[in-house]
């Protein structure tokens, strides 16, 4: 069983900047996919950006402000957030899995979870 611990939410302005940690509980030889979704209040859970074999994935709006990286010594995946907008408010929560890259986007796909961590932007 792996546990996915998140930190660095936090209430920020518009145009600031945040990082987010995911750190697993253990190395997982199954597991090829770290992912970040976000769920803001009233709407289902987005795809916000994932890390497999080494290579990024990332929806379009954040595309250019957001980067996802890992430190594999550390079992932890990071979420650096810049030019925070408004529209970025919500829970963030992180993945792991081992997903097919057709469905790298969906939370389905996805076999273990973090608790989320809330990240406010005000404008």
């Known amino acids: 069983q792996v546990q996915l611990v998140e930190s660095g939410g936090g209430l920020v302005q518009a145009g600031d900047s945040l990082r987010l940690s995911c750190t697993a509980s253990t190395r997982a030889s199954s597991i090829s996919t770290q992912a970040w979704f976000r769920q803001a209040p009233g709407e289902e859970r987005q795809f916000v950006a994932a890390f497999r074999w080494g290579s990024t994935y990332y929806t379009d709006s954040v595309k250019g402000r957001f980067s996802i990286s890992r430190d594999s010594a550390k079992n932890t995946v990071y979420l650096q957030m810049n030019s925070l907008k408004p529209e970025d408010t919500a829970v963030y929560y992180c993945?792991?899995?081992?997903?097919?890259?057709?469905?790298?986007?969906?939370?389905?796909?996805?076999?273990?979870w973090g608790q989320g961590t809330q990240v406010s932007v005000s404008s």
């Open positions: 993945a792991a899995g081992s997903p097919i890259l057709s469905n790298l986007r969906a939370d389905s796909a996805y076999r273990y």
